[in-house]
Protein backbone atom coordinates (compact mmCIF):
# COMPACT_ATOMS: atom_id res chain seq x y z
CA UNK A 1 0.00 0.00 0.00
CA UNK A 2 1.85 2.89 -1.15
CA UNK A 3 -0.31 5.85 0.20
CA UNK A 4 0.38 9.22 -1.80
CA UNK A 5 3.35 8.59 -4.65
CA UNK A 6 4.50 12.21 -5.84
CA UNK A 7 7.19 12.35 -8.91
CA UNK A 8 9.72 13.97 -8.93
CA UNK A 9 11.23 14.57 -5.69
CA UNK A 10 13.30 17.46 -7.30
CA UNK A 11 13.07 19.74 -10.29
CA UNK A 12 15.19 22.56 -11.77
CA UNK A 13 13.04 24.52 -14.13
CA UNK A 14 14.37 27.50 -16.16
CA UNK A 15 12.05 30.56 -16.39
CA UNK A 16 8.84 30.03 -18.48
CA UNK A 17 9.57 26.40 -18.91
CA UNK A 18 6.19 24.11 -17.98
CA UNK A 19 5.72 21.05 -16.06
CA UNK A 20 3.26 18.61 -14.31
CA UNK A 21 3.32 17.73 -11.42
CA UNK A 22 2.36 14.16 -10.78
CA UNK A 23 0.70 12.80 -7.93
CA UNK A 24 -1.38 9.39 -7.62
CA UNK A 25 -2.88 7.32 -4.46
CA UNK A 26 -3.91 4.37 -4.21
CA UNK A 27 -6.80 4.41 -1.64
CA UNK A 28 -9.56 5.37 -3.27
CA UNK A 29 -10.27 8.84 -1.36
CA UNK A 30 -12.59 11.18 -3.08
CA UNK A 31 -10.64 14.20 -1.79
CA UNK A 32 -7.00 15.32 -3.31
CA UNK A 33 -5.39 18.62 -2.93
CA UNK A 34 -2.52 20.64 -4.15
CA UNK A 35 0.12 22.39 -1.51
CA UNK A 36 3.06 24.17 -1.49
CA UNK A 37 5.65 25.57 1.48
CA UNK A 38 7.94 28.15 1.13
CA UNK A 39 10.84 28.35 3.75
CA UNK A 40 9.55 29.14 7.17
CA UNK A 41 6.10 28.85 6.43
CA UNK A 42 3.25 26.81 6.98
CA UNK A 43 1.43 24.81 3.82
CA UNK A 44 -0.66 26.88 1.60
CA UNK A 45 -3.62 25.88 -0.45
CA UNK A 46 -3.15 25.39 -4.36
CA UNK A 47 -5.79 23.35 -5.87
CA UNK A 48 -8.38 21.08 -4.78
CA UNK A 49 -10.60 18.03 -5.80
CA UNK A 50 -13.78 16.14 -4.54
CA UNK A 51 -13.84 13.77 -6.93
CA UNK A 52 -13.17 13.01 -10.74
CA UNK A 53 -13.85 15.72 -12.36
CA UNK A 54 -14.02 18.20 -10.15
CA UNK A 55 -11.61 20.83 -8.99
CA UNK A 56 -11.46 24.08 -7.45
CA UNK A 57 -9.34 26.76 -6.01
CA UNK A 58 -7.65 27.19 -2.84
CA UNK A 59 -5.92 30.12 -1.45
CA UNK A 60 -2.74 30.65 -4.08
CA UNK A 61 -4.11 28.81 -7.28
CA UNK A 62 -2.31 32.01 -9.83
CA UNK A 63 -0.09 30.11 -11.92
CA UNK A 64 -1.34 26.32 -11.44
CA UNK A 65 -3.68 24.40 -13.27
CA UNK A 66 -5.34 21.14 -12.32
CA UNK A 67 -7.65 18.31 -13.82
CA UNK A 68 -8.88 15.71 -12.18
CA UNK A 69 -9.81 12.65 -14.39
CA UNK A 70 -9.77 9.22 -12.38
CA UNK A 71 -9.82 9.23 -8.50
CA UNK A 72 -5.91 7.92 -8.44
CA UNK A 73 -4.20 10.99 -10.01
CA UNK A 74 -4.27 14.40 -9.76
CA UNK A 75 -1.82 16.66 -11.46
CA UNK A 76 -0.25 20.14 -10.63
CA UNK A 77 0.58 21.68 -13.87
CA UNK A 78 2.88 25.02 -13.99
CA UNK A 79 2.05 26.36 -17.42
CA UNK A 80 4.84 29.37 -17.64
CA UNK A 81 7.14 28.66 -14.16
CA UNK A 82 8.47 31.74 -12.41
CA UNK A 83 11.00 32.23 -9.66
CA UNK A 84 8.38 32.73 -7.39
CA UNK A 85 7.06 29.13 -7.86
CA UNK A 86 10.24 28.05 -6.30
CA UNK A 87 8.51 26.06 -3.71
CA UNK A 88 7.86 22.70 -1.86
CA UNK A 89 4.88 21.09 -3.18
CA UNK A 90 3.04 18.36 -1.25
CA UNK A 91 -0.11 16.39 -2.38
CA UNK A 92 -2.47 14.84 -0.02
CA UNK A 93 -5.85 12.91 0.02
CA UNK A 94 -8.35 12.17 2.19
CA UNK A 95 -11.78 10.84 3.05
CA UNK A 96 -15.07 12.48 3.40
CA UNK A 97 -16.12 13.24 7.02
CA UNK A 98 -14.42 11.73 9.96
CA UNK A 99 -11.81 9.43 9.95
CA UNK A 100 -8.55 8.34 11.55
CA UNK A 101 -5.83 9.97 9.12
CA UNK A 102 -7.88 13.06 8.13
CA UNK A 103 -5.10 13.58 5.27
CA UNK A 104 -2.64 11.54 3.88
CA UNK A 105 0.15 13.45 2.59
CA UNK A 106 3.01 13.23 -0.23
CA UNK A 107 6.94 13.01 0.29
CA UNK A 108 7.11 16.41 -1.58
CA UNK A 109 8.24 17.66 -4.71
CA UNK A 110 11.03 20.43 -4.49
CA UNK A 111 10.94 22.72 -7.48
CA UNK A 112 13.52 25.17 -8.08
CA UNK A 113 12.87 27.87 -11.33
CA UNK A 114 15.91 29.78 -12.01
CA UNK B 1 -12.02 27.65 9.63
CA UNK B 2 -10.94 29.05 12.88
CA UNK B 3 -8.20 30.12 13.52
CA UNK B 4 -5.30 28.90 16.40
CA UNK B 5 -2.48 30.41 18.26
CA UNK B 6 0.35 28.22 18.87
CA UNK B 7 4.12 29.07 20.47
CA UNK B 8 6.52 29.64 17.82
CA UNK B 9 8.85 27.27 19.45
CA UNK B 10 9.24 24.81 22.24
CA UNK B 11 12.31 22.94 23.86
CA UNK B 12 12.22 19.43 25.85
CA UNK B 13 14.44 17.19 27.67
CA UNK B 14 14.22 13.26 25.67
CA UNK B 15 12.34 11.26 28.08
CA UNK B 16 10.26 14.04 29.62
CA UNK B 17 6.79 15.19 28.68
CA UNK B 18 6.26 17.44 26.21
CA UNK B 19 2.97 19.35 26.47
CA UNK B 20 2.14 21.54 23.07
CA UNK B 21 -0.55 23.94 23.61
CA UNK B 22 -3.34 25.79 20.99
CA UNK B 23 -5.49 28.06 21.34
CA UNK B 24 -8.66 27.96 19.33
CA UNK B 25 -11.04 30.43 21.41
CA UNK B 26 -13.40 31.18 18.32
CA UNK B 27 -13.74 27.36 17.62
CA UNK B 28 -17.57 26.61 16.22
CA UNK B 29 -19.19 23.31 17.69
CA UNK B 30 -19.01 21.82 14.53
CA UNK B 31 -14.97 22.26 14.17
CA UNK B 32 -12.80 19.29 15.62
CA UNK B 33 -9.11 20.15 17.00
CA UNK B 34 -6.69 18.37 14.47
CA UNK B 35 -2.63 17.54 15.51
CA UNK B 36 0.08 16.95 12.74
CA UNK B 37 3.25 17.17 12.83
CA UNK B 38 6.04 18.06 9.94
CA UNK B 39 9.70 16.41 10.35
CA UNK B 40 12.27 18.11 8.53
CA UNK B 41 11.62 17.98 4.64
CA UNK B 42 8.87 15.50 5.10
CA UNK B 43 5.03 15.49 4.46
CA UNK B 44 2.87 16.40 7.46
CA UNK B 45 1.52 13.56 9.42
CA UNK B 46 -1.63 13.32 11.14
CA UNK B 47 -1.19 12.30 14.78
CA UNK B 48 -4.61 13.03 16.70
CA UNK B 49 -8.14 14.79 16.60
CA UNK B 50 -10.68 15.54 18.94
CA UNK B 51 -14.15 17.08 19.00
CA UNK B 52 -14.88 17.41 22.62
CA UNK B 53 -13.55 14.51 24.55
CA UNK B 54 -9.91 13.96 25.26
CA UNK B 55 -8.51 10.87 23.23
CA UNK B 56 -5.35 9.47 23.41
CA UNK B 57 -3.61 6.82 20.96
CA UNK B 58 -0.55 5.79 20.12
CA UNK B 59 1.33 8.25 19.11
CA UNK B 60 -0.08 10.76 22.34
CA UNK B 61 -2.76 12.84 24.13
CA UNK B 62 -4.73 15.32 23.39
CA UNK B 63 -6.31 17.39 26.18
CA UNK B 64 -9.43 19.48 25.34
CA UNK B 65 -10.72 22.75 27.32
CA UNK B 66 -14.24 22.04 28.65
CA UNK B 67 -15.15 25.27 26.84
CA UNK B 68 -13.03 24.12 23.84
CA UNK B 69 -11.20 27.08 23.86
CA UNK B 70 -7.95 25.75 24.01
CA UNK B 71 -5.86 22.68 23.70
CA UNK B 72 -3.31 20.62 24.73
CA UNK B 73 -1.35 17.88 22.68
CA UNK B 74 1.30 15.77 25.16
CA UNK B 75 4.18 13.10 24.10
CA UNK B 76 3.83 11.40 27.34
CA UNK B 77 7.98 10.13 26.64
CA UNK B 78 9.63 12.43 24.30
CA UNK B 79 12.46 11.05 21.97
CA UNK B 80 14.84 12.97 19.45
CA UNK B 81 12.76 11.45 16.60
CA UNK B 82 10.01 13.87 18.01
CA UNK B 83 11.67 16.97 16.78
CA UNK B 84 9.44 18.41 14.28
CA UNK B 85 6.82 21.07 13.45
CA UNK B 86 3.82 20.63 15.43
CA UNK B 87 0.33 22.20 13.74
CA UNK B 88 -3.29 22.16 15.53
CA UNK B 89 -5.70 22.92 12.80
CA UNK B 90 -9.51 22.83 13.45
CA UNK B 91 -12.01 22.13 11.02
CA UNK B 92 -15.47 21.05 10.19
CA UNK B 93 -15.76 17.44 9.58
CA UNK B 94 -18.88 16.20 8.19
CA UNK B 95 -20.75 15.13 4.85
CA UNK B 96 -18.57 17.52 2.74
CA UNK B 97 -14.87 18.94 1.72
CA UNK B 98 -13.28 20.94 4.55
CA UNK B 99 -9.74 22.27 3.73
CA UNK B 100 -6.75 22.25 5.93
CA UNK B 101 -5.47 25.46 7.06
CA UNK B 102 -2.26 25.74 8.23
CA UNK B 103 -0.53 28.42 10.30
CA UNK B 104 3.14 28.25 11.11
CA UNK B 105 2.56 25.99 14.00
CA UNK B 106 5.09 24.96 17.03
CA UNK B 107 8.68 23.60 16.13
CA UNK B 108 9.51 21.38 19.34
CA UNK B 109 13.41 20.53 19.80
CA UNK B 110 13.77 17.31 21.91
CA UNK B 111 17.58 17.32 23.25
CA UNK B 112 19.48 14.71 24.85
Known amino acids: NAGVTQTPKFQVLKTGQSMTLQCAQDMNHEYMSWYRQDPGMGLRLIHY???????DQGEVPNGYNVSRSTTEDFPLRLLSAAPSQTSVYFC?????????????FGSGTRLTVV | DAKTTQPPSMDCAEGRAANLPCNHS???????VYWYRQIHSQGPQYIIHGLKNNETNEMASLIITEDRKSSTLILPHATLRDTAVYYCIVRVVGSGYSTLTFGKGTMLLVSP
Open chain 1, 92 to 104: ASSTPGQGRAGYT
Open chain 1, 49 to 55: SVGAGIT
Open chain 2, 26 to 32: TISGNEY
